[in-house]
C-alpha cells in the first residue's frame, strides 16, 4: 500500500471519528431520531412548557410525542414519587391512564368484529352467558351502542374503588351487583364508564378467557407493550407512580387504591409513556397491523353527532379540534392522576401526557393547544365570523338544561345539588345566543339546526319526532362534546335546594312549638312526645347529613357511601317510625291539633323529597 493511499485511509478515519463525535446519534440511529418534527424543537417546547409548572403546578410528569412512525419524545419530568425522590421515566414508571384505558377496549371489541366473532348491530345479549345479565338487558343493545356511548347505562363513581386487591370482584359479579341500563339503547349519548366495562366483558365472553389474558395475548404482546396490563398485582402497586393532591409546591400523597373491578376495561390499565408510544403508532400507521386497515379507519370516523360538522364520536375515540386541527383520543381521570392521548390523523403525529396530580386537569388542554399551536400554527382557524342563517329560525332555545352525565338511582343522584351540572342558554337577538358555558361567546344560527360562535364552538340542536326541541349537543375544544337536556323550574337544582331550606326551617319551628306546648302544659300522652322527637330527628338530621358532606373528602365516595353517613341516612327511618304510631294513637283520641297535623304533614312531604334524592338507606 503506497504511503498515499494508507494518508487518505487515516484521513478518512479521523474524519469519520469527528462525524460520530459531533453526531453520536448517528451512530445508533434511534426511532426517536427519525421524525420530520425536529427532535430538539419539540424537547425544548417541552422543556419550556413544564419548566414553570413542575412543583408550582403538578408534582410531575410524563410526555410522548410519535410522528411519522417513529417516537419523536419521550421524556420524564419531576417526580413519581415526592417522599422517596423517585423520578419520572417514561420506560420504568407505571401509570393508571383511567379512561384512555376505553381506547385498548374498543380496538379489543374490533378485533372480534374483524373475525367475525361480533357484529356492530346485532344484540349483545347473544355474546352473553350469564343468565342474570341477559334478564338486566330488557331492550335490544348492540356493541355499536357500547362502543359510542349510547347504551343508556348510569354513571358511577360511588363504590368504584376498593382500598385493597383483595376487595375486588371479578368483572362478571361486579357488572351484576353494580351495572344496569337507564334509559332507552341509542336514545342519546351520554358519556358511560358502565357501558365500556359491560364491552370489556363482552369481549371476555366471546374470547372465553379473562379480559386481561386477552389484551395480553392480542394487544399488548403483539405491539411489544411489555409494561401494560389491566390486573393490578402487589408488587406493580410499588412500581406506579404516586397520585397527589394540592398545588403550589404542596403536595399530599392519596393513599392507595385499586377499582373495584378486576381487569376494569373502562379504567383500569396500568401502563408506561413508552408502551403508550406503541399503542399510538399502531393506530397512526396500522402497523404492526392488530386490526385491517378498514376497520382503524371505521374506528377513528365520526359514529354519533347530532351534526356532522360537530366533532362527536367514532368507535372509543372522541372527536376534537384545535386551531382547525382535527384529534381523536381521550382524557384519563383518577383521583390523583390526569392524562390525555390525542392523535392528528392527518399529520401523522399524536401526544400521549401523563400527571400525578389533580391540579393536572387543565394543564393537558394547555399542553395540547401550545402543540398544536407552536408546530402547526400555519392551520390555526381563522374563519371568518359565522353569518346568520337566513332561513327559518329556530324556535327559542333559551331555558335551562342539564348536563346528561348523571346517576339517578343511587345517592350519587346527590350531586346534582352539590355540584349543578345545569347550564343557562338565553337568546340575546332573533337567532344569536349566549351560553354560560362558554361566557362572552356569541353563537349565531348558520343552518337550520346548527349555531356557531366566533371561536370555533358549536351548539347544535336535536328536533323530537313532534319537531320539538329538548336537547343540545354543545361543543368546545376544552369540554369536547356534552349532551344537555331542557328542564324545568322545578327540577332545578336551586328549586330543591330552596326546598331543602324550607323544610329545615319548618322543622326547626315545629321543634320550638313543641318547647313551648311543653312549657305551658306538661305532656299528657306519651305520643306528644313522640312527634317532639320525630321533628327533632330530622333536625338531627339534616344537620348530621350536611355537616359530613362538607367534613368528609370526596376522594371517600370512590369506595362507597361513608360509614357516617350510612348511619345518618338511618334517623328519617327511626322518625318517621314515630310519627306513624304517632298517627295511629293520635287518630284514636278524635281530638284536633295543629302541631300533629302540621308535623306529620311535614314529616311525610319530606320523606317523599328524601326518596326523590336517594336518600334513604
Given at each position: 500500500?503506497?504511503?498515499?493511499?494508507?494518508?487518505?485511509?487515516?484521513?478518512?478515519?479521523?474524519?469519520?471519528?469527528?462525524?460520530?463525535?459531533?453526531?453520536?446519534?448517528?451512530?445508533?440511529?434511534?426511532e426517536?431520531?427519525?421524525?420530520?418534527?425536529?427532535?430538539?424543537?419539540?424537547?425544548?417546547?417541552?422543556?419550556?412548557?413544564?419548566?414553570?409548572?413542575?412543583?408550582?403546578?403538578?408534582?410531575?410528569?410524563?410526555?410522548?410525542?410519535?410522528?411519522?412512525?417513529?417516537?419523536?419524545?419521550?421524556?420524564?419530568?419531576?417526580?413519581?414519587?415526592?417522599?422517596?425522590?423517585?423520578?419520572?421515566?417514561?420506560?420504568k414508571?407505571?401509570?393508571?391512564?383511567?379512561?384512555?384505558?376505553?381506547?385498548?377496549?374498543?380496538?379489543?371489541?374490533?378485533?372480534?368484529?374483524?373475525?367475525?366473532?361480533?357484529?356492530?348491530?346485532?344484540?349483545?345479549?347473544?355474546?352473553?352467558?350469564?343468565?342474570?345479565?341477559?334478564?338486566m338487558?330488557?331492550?335490544?343493545?348492540?356493541?355499536?351502542?357500547?362502543?359510542?356511548?349510547?347504551?343508556?347505562?348510569?354513571?358511577?363513581?360511588?363504590?368504584?374503588?376498593?382500598?385493597?386487591?383483595?376487595?375486588?370482584?371479578?368483572?362478571?359479579?361486579?357488572?351484576?351487583?353494580?351495572?344496569?341500563p337507564?334509559?332507552?339503547?341509542?336514545?342519546?349519548?351520554?358519556?358511560?364508564?358502565?357501558?365500556?366495562?359491560?364491552?370489556g366483558?363482552?369481549?371476555?365472553?366471546?374470547?372465553?378467557?379473562?379480559?386481561?389474558?386477552?389484551?395480553?395475548?392480542?394487544?399488548?404482546?403483539?405491539?411489544?407493550?411489555?409494561?401494560?396490563?389491566?390486573?393490578?398485582?402487589?408488587?406493580?402497586?410499588?412500581?406506579?407512580?404516586?397520585?397527589?393532591?394540592?398545588?403550589?409546591?404542596?403536595?399530599?400523597?392519596?393513599?392507595?387504591?385499586?377499582?373495584?373491578?378486576?381487569?376494569?376495561?373502562?379504567?383500569?390499565?396500568?401502563?408506561?409513556?413508552?408502551?403508550?408510544?406503541?399503542?399510538?403508532?399502531?393506530?397512526?400507521?396500522?402497523?404492526?397491523e392488530?386490526?385491517?386497515?378498514?376497520?382503524?379507519?371505521?374506528?377513528?370516523?365520526?359514529?354519533?353527532?347530532?351534526?356532522?360538522?360537530?366533532?362527536?364520536?367514532?368507535?372509543?375515540?372522541?372527536?376534537?379540534?384545535?386551531?382547525?386541527?382535527?384529534?381523536?383520543?381521550?382524557?384519563?381521570?383518577?383521583?390523583?392522576?390526569?392524562?390525555?392521548?390525542?392523535?392528528?390523523?392527518?399529520?401523522?403525529?399524536g401526544l400521549?401526557?401523563?400527571?400525578?396530580?389533580?391540579?393536572?386537569?387543565?394543564?393537558?388542554?394547555?399542553?395540547?393547544?401550545?402543540?398544536?399551536?407552536?408546530?402547526?400554527?400555519?392551520?390555526?382557524?381563522?374563519?371568518?365570523?359565522?353569518?346568520?342563517?337566513?332561513?327559518?329560525?329556530?324556535?327559542?332555545?333559551?331555558?335551562?338544561?342539564?348536563?346528561?352525565?348523571?346517576?339517578?338511582?343511587?345517592?350519587?343522584?346527590?350531586n346534582?345539588?352539590?355540584?349543578?351540572?345545569?347550564?343557562?342558554?338565553?337568546?340575546?337577538?332573533?337567532?344569536?345566543?349566549?351560553?354560560?358555558?362558554?361566557?362572552?361567546?356569541?353563537?349565531r344560527?348558520?343552518?337550520?339546526?346548527?349555531?356557531?360562535?366566533?371561536?370555533?364552538?358549536?351548539?347544535?340542536?336535536?328536533?323530537?319526532?313532534?319537531?320539538?326541541?329538548?336537547?343540545?349537543?354543545?361543543?368546545?375544544?376544552?369540554?369536547?362534546?356534552?349532551?344537555?337536556?331542557?328542564?324545568?323550574?322545578?327540577?332545578?337544582?336551586?328549586?330543591?335546594?330552596?326546598?331543602?331550606?324550607?323544610?329545615?326551617?319548618l322543622?326547626?319551628?315545629?321543634?320550638?312549638?313543641?318547647?313551648?306546648?311543653?312549657?305551658?302544659?306538661?305532656?299528657?300522652?306519651?305520643?306528644?312526645?313522640?312527634?317532639?322527637?320525630?321533628?327533632?330527628?330530622?333536625?338531627?338530621?339534616?344537620?348530621?347529613?350536611?355537616?359530613?358532606?362538607?367534613?368528609?373528602?370526596?376522594?371517600?365516595?370512590?369506595?362507597?357511601?361513608?360509614?357516617p353517613?350510612?348511619?345518618i341516612?338511618?334517623?328519617?327511618?327511626?322518625?318517621?317510625?314515630?310519627?306513624v304510631?304517632?298517627?295511629?294513637?293520635?287518630l284514636?283520641?278524635?281530638k284536633?291539633?295543629?302541631?300533629?297535623?302540621?308535623?306529620i304533614?311535614?314529616?311525610?312531604?319530606?320523606?317523599?323529597?328524601?326518596?326523590?334524592?336517594?336518600?334513604?338507606?
Amino acid at each position: 500500500m503506497s504511503k498515499q493511499n494508507k494518508l487518505l485511509i487515516w484521513i478518512a478515519h479521523v474524519w469519520t471519528c469527528f462525524l460520530l463525535a459531533l453526531f453520536p446519534c448517528a451512530a445508533n440511529a434511534s426511532e426517536m431520531s427519525k421524525s420530520n418534527l425536529p427532535a430538539q424543537n419539540i424537547e425544548g417546547f417541552a422543556d419550556a412548557f413544564f419548566r414553570d409548572r413542575l412543583q408550582k403546578q403538578i408534582p410531575g410528569a410524563i410526555v410522548v410525542v410519535v410522528e411519522d412512525g417513529h417516537i419523536a419524545l419521550k421524556k420524564g419530568y419531576g417526580f413519581a414519587d415526592v417522599e422517596k425522590n423517585r423520578r419520572m421515566d417514561p420506560e420504568k414508571t407505571w401509570f393508571p391512564v383511567g379512561s384512555i384505558s376505553k381506547l385498548f377496549t374498543a380496538t379489543a371489541a374490533m378485533q372480534l368484529y374483524d373475525k367475525g366473532l361480533v357484529g356492530l348491530e346485532g344484540d349483545v345479549n347473544q355474546y352473553v352467558q350469564d343468565a342474570d345479565i341477559k334478564a338486566m338487558l330488557n331492550q335490544p343493545l348492540t356493541v355499536h351502542h357500547l362502543l359510542t356511548h349510547t347504551g343508556g347505562f348510569g354513571d358511577r363513581n360511588l363504590g368504584a374503588a376498593v382500598r385493597e386487591l383483595r376487595d375486588q370482584l371479578p368483572l362478571r359479579e361486579d357488572i351484576k351487583q353494580h351495572v344496569a341500563p337507564i334509559r332507552p339503547p341509542g336514545q342519546e349519548m351520554m358519556y358511560d364508564n358502565s357501558g365500556m366495562q359491560f364491552l370489556g366483558y363482552v369481549v371476555e365472553s366471546v374470547a372465553k378467557m379473562p379480559f386481561n389474558d386477552y389484551m395480553t395475548n392480542h394487544v399488548f404482546k403483539p405491539l411489544n407493550m411489555r409494561t401494560s396490563t389491566f390486573r393490578a398485582t402487589p408488587d406493580l402497586l410499588t412500581k406506579i407512580a404516586t397520585g397527589y393532591q394540592g398545588s403550589n409546591g404542596i403536595y399530599k400523597p392519596y393513599p392507595t387504591y385499586v377499582l373495584k373491578s378486576q381487569d376494569a376495561p373502562q379504567g383500569g390499565l396500568l401502563t408506561t409513556g413508552a408502551d403508550i408510544a406503541r399503542f399510538m403508532l399502531s393506530h397512526l400507521e396500522q402497523t404492526p397491523e392488530i386490526l385491517k386497515k378498514e376497520t382503524y379507519e371505521l374506528m377513528h370516523r365520526q359514529q354519533y353527532s347530532y351534526d356532522h360538522r360537530v366533532p362527536g364520536v367514532g368507535y372509543g375515540f372522541w372527536q376534537n379540534r384545535w386551531n382547525g386541527v382535527d384529534a381523536i383520543g381521550h382524557n384519563g381521570d383518577l383521583p390523583g392522576f390526569r392524562s390525555a392521548m390525542w392523535l392528528l390523523p392527518d399529520k401523522h403525529a399524536g401526544l400521549f401526557v401523563a400527571i400525578n396530580g389533580d391540579s393536572g386537569a387543565e394543564l393537558r388542554n394547555e399542553l395540547m393547544n401550545a402543540f398544536i399551536t407552536t408546530f402547526y400554527s400555519e392551520e390555526k382557524d381563522l374563519s371568518k365570523p359565522a353569518s346568520l342563517f337566513q332561513g327559518d329560525a329556530l324556535p327559542d332555545l333559551s331555558g335551562t338544561y342539564r348536563y346528561n352525565r348523571y346517576t339517578e338511582h343511587t345517592f350519587e343522584k346527590l350531586n346534582l345539588l352539590l355540584s349543578p351540572k345545569e347550564i343557562k342558554v338565553n337568546m340575546i337577538d332573533q337567532g344569536e345566543y349566549n351560553v354560560n358555558l362558554f361566557p362572552d361567546q356569541r353563537f349565531r344560527q348558520i343552518d337550520s339546526s346548527l349555531l356557531k360562535s366566533d371561536e370555533g364552538n358549536y351548539v347544535a340542536v336535536k328536533r323530537e319526532n313532534n319537531g320539538e326541541i329538548r336537547s343540545l349537543q354543545l361543543y368546545s375544544h376544552l369540554t369536547g362534546s356534552i349532551i344537555v337536556n331542557k328542564i324545568t323550574w322545578f327540577e332545578s337544582a336551586t328549586f330543591h335546594l330552596f326546598l331543602f331550606a324550607v323544610f329545615s326551617c319548618l322543622f326547626l319551628i315545629l321543634t320550638l312549638w313543641g318547647i313551648a306546648k311543653f312549657i305551658k302544659r306538661k305532656p299528657r300522652q306519651p305520643f306528644d312526645l313522640f312527634i317532639w322527637i320525630a321533628n327533632v330527628l330530622h333536625l338531627v338530621f339534616i344537620a348530621g347529613l350536611v355537616g359530613s358532606i362538607a367534613s368528609i373528602p370526596s376522594f371517600e365516595y370512590e369506595f362507597g357511601i361513608p360509614k357516617p353517613i350510612t348511619s345518618i341516612l338511618t334517623i328519617p327511618l327511626i322518625a318517621l317510625s314515630l310519627s306513624v304510631i304517632t298517627s295511629l294513637l293520635w287518630l284514636k283520641t278524635r281530638k284536633k291539633s295543629g302541631y300533629y297535623f302540621f308535623s306529620i304533614t311535614l314529616q311525610v312531604c319530606f320523606f317523599v323529597f328524601l326518596s326523590y334524592w336517594r336518600l334513604l338507606p
